[in-house]
Structures are given as structure tokens and as C-alpha cells.
């Protein structure tokens, strides 16, 4: 695969005790850091407000606000005149953005201070779903420049990429059973869990700012942007015609669309709300998103070891993975062995599994297969399909309460 880029590469410098591979991996771990702790916290929304459907309602708010951040690049992607702002100013915004919304949760908890009214209710749930909204925003902001930068380097660093992102999840599910576990299990304990949950997660985003300003030091990154400039300038990269990079890549773009549809219409929102146990009771949606985490963790570090050469069997593995639908419906509809926990946490490390490896592989391939001035395009593009995909899911997911 490398092989596509290898030309004239002998002289890439040394990435010194793996940095550049370590940068990416925590970056990639920190722009999903904020969406985990807000649909991971499931257990604290549901007890403050019973009769909201917490993560459909998250997930719709969160990917919706991402994707509009994502066309607004690729339309600026297309403009001759104006120039975009820099990788790291672009990431630095999104990440400030992200510490902002984080803390808004602990706050409001500490100004309410379990004064609880209708009112009162009604005004922090609009408070708390804008900032998941303003998450979302950020989230296309430093993903979008992230995975496009990342598109013009060698695909181990996008491997690291997505690496970091299934270990946000994996993250934050072991940050949220440590400060549930740790505190009593009543009123004061679970609001001071919390708090401790979305400060320590503000804490990361903080350590990720700082790499964020060192990583465009490195000499390998140095190199390969002074690589692109030399085969084209900056300025045309962005110009290139959007939806002419699309049509080079558009079975990619679909695998990734279909992959996330998939996820999304079944993570978080049936997982947390649609099957219940009488064994774990609040536990349980923790319990399901720590497996699905573990299982795209696990997925997208496999590529690690093995990434296919071409992606026509990819993209068929990508169609395939509706079958999830039927036997997830299984779970609820089904026959009664199929209601208990053991199948619905199989079909969910299944599914986190596929999930994070055919990501890992789509993501890899999609740059590689275009000239090195498309590469930026290509990754705005993946990762822009990539979350119409968490749209429309997200959305499918309200589905499941038709259910009977």
C-alpha cells in the first residue's frame, strides 16, 4: 500500500521515538474524547431527565451540528479566493470549543445544585444539548482538518488516527465505570462522579491542544508538507474540484456512508434505551458501550497488523453489516433466549469490531488511491461522508422505538 507513495521517499527523516505516530494516535483520541463523554454519562442524563430520549436526541444534536461544519469546508475547499486557516489554527478552535462544552455540564450541576423544578429542567436540558451541539461543531472542525492533513502523510499515521479514536471510547467507558464505581451509589454521589468524569475529560482535550502545537515542528511532517508544496502549491490543493475527487473514491464514500448508517441507527441510542436487564439495571447501557468501544478499539488497531490492497472486498463487508438489523431486532422480537444478555453483548462487540476495522481500512485506502494534491480533499471528503452517515443513523435510530 505505502508502495503508491513510496517514490523518492528514502530521504523522509527519522520519526524519532514514533512522536509524529504517538501525536496523531492522542489527537485522534481526543476529538472523539467529548461525544464519548456525553453519550457514556447516559446513566446521570437519564436520571436528571426520565423522559427524554437522552442519546437519540445527543446523537441527531451532535452529528448534525458536525456535518454542517463539514460541508462548510468542503464548500471552502472549492473557493479559488478565499484561503482556509491553518491545520492548527482550525484544530486549536475546534479544541477550545470542546474544553468549553465539557465544562459547562460539572458547572450547571454546581450552580443548580440539585434544585430541581420543571422549569429548571427544561432550561438546563436546552443548555446541556446546545453544548453537545457545540461539540458537534468542533468535532467537524479539528476531525475534518485532522484526517484531511493526515491524508498527505504515509497511512500509518492515518492508522493512528482512527486507533486514537476507538480508544476514546474505550477511554471514557473505564473513566465513567472508575468515577461511578468510586463514589456512593446515591443522589450526591452520582452528581460528584460526574463532575470528576467531564473535568478529567476537559483534561485530555487540554493535553491535546498541547501536542496539537507541536506536532507541525516535527521534521517528518515538515518533510511531507514541504513535499506537497513542491509538487503543487497549497492554494490548488484546496481548489481541487470536490466532486471530482468524489467521483474517483465513490465506492469508498458509500462503504463509509453505509458503514456509519448502520452503526449509528444501533450505537448509542438502542443500546442505552431499547434493551434492558433486570441483572445490571443502570448499569447496562454502560456495560454495552464499554463493549462496543472495546470491539472498535480492537478493530481499528487490527489494521496494525493487516490492511487489504485493494478495498472492492472491504466495501462489500461495509454493505453486508445490515445484517445487524435483523438480529439486533432479534434481541427485542425475538425468541426468548435471544433477550438475554449474552447475545446482545456478542452483536455488540460484532458490530464495534466491524465498525472500527472497516473504518481503519477505508480511511487508509481513500487518501492512497488519489494524486498527493487530492490527498487533503479526499480526507475532508471521507470524513464529511462519514458523518452524513452518523446523521442519517442517528436519525434511523428513532426508528427503534416503533418497535412494537
Not at 492515518?158 to 479514536?165: D, H, L, S
Amino acid at each position: 500500500m505505502e508502495a503508491l507513495r513510496s517514490t523518492g521517499n528514502n530521504d523522509e527523516p527519522k520519526d524519532t521515538y514514533h512522536l509524529a505516530y504517538i501525536i496523531h494516535f492522542i489527537l485522534g483520541t481526543g476529538y472523539l474524547i467529548p461525544w464519548n463523554a456525553f453519550i457514556t454519562a447516559v446513566d446521570y442524563f437519564q436520571y436528571l431527565y426520565p423522559t427524554k430520549h437522552i442519546n437519540k436526541v445527543f446523537s441527531v444534536g451532535y452529528m448534525s451540528a458536525a456535518v454542517t461544519v463539514l460541508f462548510t469546508l468542503m464548500c471552502w475547499t472549492r473557493s479559488n479566493h478565499v484561503k482556509l486557516p491553518s491545520v492548527r489554527t482550525r484544530m486549536n478552535i475546534g479544541q477550545g470549543l470542546f474544553v468549553l462544552a465539557l465544562m459547562v455540564a460539572p458547572v450547571t450541576d454546581w450552580i443548580v445544585n440539585g434544585r430541581r423544578t420543571e422549569t429548571v429542567s427544561d432550561v438546563t436540558f436546552v443548555v446541556l444539548v446546545s453544548m453537545v451541539m457545540i461539540s458537534g461543531l468542533a468535532d467537524g472542525l479539528v476531525g475534518g482538518s485532522l484526517v484531511g492533513a493526515t491524508g498527505e502523510l504515509p497511512g500509518r499515521y492515518m492508522q493512528a488516527v482512527f486507533a486514537g479514536n476507538a480508544t476514546a471510547g474505550l477511554v471514557v467507558s473505564i473513566l465513567r465505570i472508575v468515577t461511578k464505581a468510586s463514589l456512593p451509589h446515591t443522589q450526591k454521589g452520582l452528581r460528584a462522579s460526574t463532575q470528576l468524569y467531564f473535568v478529567f475529560s476537559a483534561l485530555i482535550i487540554l493535553l491535546c491542544i498541547f501536542f496539537t502545537n507541536i506536532l507541525h515542528k516535527l521534521p517528518i511532517i515538515l518533510f511531507y508538507r514541504n513535499k506537497k508544496h513542491h509538487n503543487s502549491t497549497h492554494q490548488i490543493s484546496l481548489s481541487s474540484n470536490f466532486w471530482d475527487v468524489v467521483k474517483k473514491i465513490r465506492w469508498l464514500v458509500t462503504a463509509i456512508f453505509v458503514t456509519y448508517v448502520v452503526s449509528l441507527s444501533i450505537f448509542p441510542g438502542y443500546l442505552s434505551e431499547n434493551v434492558k436487564s433486570d441483572k445490571f439495571k443502570d448499569w447496562y447501557p454502560i456495560m454495552l458501550i464499554t463493549t462496543y468501544n472495546v470491539g472498535d478499539f480492537v478493530g481499528k488497531w487490527l489494521t496494525a497488523i493487516y490492511v487489504p490492497r485493494g478495498s472492492k472486498g472491504s466495501v462489500w463487508w461495509c454493505m453486508g453489516r445490515v445484517v445487524f438489523y435483523p438480529l439486533f431486532m432479534g434481541c427485542v422480537n425475538g425468541p426468548t433466549w435471544m433477550h438475554s444478555e449474552g447475545p446482545v453483548i456478542g452483536l455488540t462487540l460484532m458490530l464495534g469490531v466491524s465498525n472500527g476495522y472497516l473504518t481503519s481500512v477505508l480511511m487508509i485506502l481513500a487518501p492512497k488511491s488519489v494524486p498527493i494534491d487530492e490527498a487533503e480533499v479526499v480526507g475532508i471528503a471521507m470524513e464529511t461522508f462519514l458523518v452524513i452517515g452518523l446523521v442519517v443513523g442517528s436519525a434511523l435510530g428513532w426508528l427503534w422505538n416503533f418497535e412494537h
